[in-house]
């Protein structure tokens, strides 16, 4: 009111009239009193829920990491689940419960497999022998596109039973190694205990065994220091302390990334020729060599080489066991067709191992008791450089 000479005084915040200065800011502190007071109540609910939703997210973390941890357990054998005398009675017990199986014909098997793993040998029911020198034959017959071909020495052909199917491969390829060492005779004296093929049991004490001796104390360590009794998957490092420690010489090579065009590994196939090749250059088309064939891993499964062809154009191409091929068709190459159709099952050229990363087990002599020492102190000296 212009005719009022009383000063006036509006709150800044809410446009309340005041006639005195003192009045304005007692009511202007009471808004900022209450302005802190709502906004420390905002901050301490917002600090709350994101509290809450870091526990929630971290406690689904932590489940999510124990349920692929059981799943790893799972799939690599080692959730206690039992080994391969279980799994080979629950899967004959599931066999008869289908019908597929006789009760009598149950008993007979069973009876069977417990008097082999008592002895710790194989049953031998899924070998096939006699691959390696059908293949001799029809090498020396072919006459379409190999140019030459190289072979191991004779290698029996293992595959996964009841007992071992979906774990058993690394056990299987070092059965296949093992049948071609023991017809050599550089190796009887390593062997001298080993006249037969262990069952995948007996394989797995072996391979304690060699932990017990001081191999590979990082690797064994993975497996709690125990395999018998589980289905537990082995790889080329449990190959190769269990050669070593029966005194075989042999080295591990990885192929730790292609080193060709769309994933390949021509370096793989370039590095086996010159296996199969070295001191056998001679000008046969079919060499029969004397060297023992070559543990092939790479993520999920292994094979085993048993040896290489080259064709007239130079391209490679590898022959593969895999314990994966069921024996009725392994027996197919016993009575090669003339087009040499049943070598499907074998061969792999460069463009078919595409896999991220590949290591081999090959062996190469005998060790020295001296150089077996060497080489398990050696494994103990790189897992104490791994290990923090």
Known sequence: DAGNDEQLYECPMCSLTCTNIQILEEHVNLHLEEQSFSEGIDRELAQWLQTE???RQ??????????????????????????YKQQFLKNM?????????????????????????????D?????????????CKYYQNENKDVRRVWLSTGVDHFHSSLGD?????????????LSSLLQNSLYNDCLRDTTVIPSIPKIQSMIEDAWGEGFDPHGASHFNNRLHGSKAWIGACEIYSLLTSLRIKCQIID??????????????FEWVLRYYSTDNEGGAKVLCTSKPPIYLQHQGHSRTIVGIEEKKNKTLCLLLFDPGCPS???QKLLKQNSDGSSLRLLRRFVGGLKEKQYQIVAVDGVLSLEEKAARCH???????EKIP
Not at 255 to 268: A, D, N, V
């Open 53 to 55: 939703e870091d526990n």
């Open 58 to 83: 971290r406690s689904e973390e932590e489940k999510r990491e124990r349920e692929e941890f059981k799943k790893l357990q799972r799939q690599y054998g080692l959730d206690n689940s039992g080994g």
């Open 93 to 121: 017990e599931r066999e008869v419960d289908r019908g597929r199986m006789q009760p009598f014909e149950y008993h007979k098997r069973k009876a069977d497999m417990m008097e082999c793993l008592a002895f710790g040998i």
């Open 123 to 135: 049953d031998g029911k899924t070998k096939t022998s006699g691959v390696i020198e059908a293949l």
């Open 165 to 177: 199917r979906g774990w058993g491969c690394g056990y299987r390829n070092f059965q296949m190694l």
């Open 255 to 268: 192929f730790h990334k292609p080193t060709g065009p769309m994933g390949t590994h021509p370096r793989l």
């Open 328 to 330: 009725q068709e392994m």
């Open 378 to 384: 050696a494994s103990q000296v790189l897992t104490s």
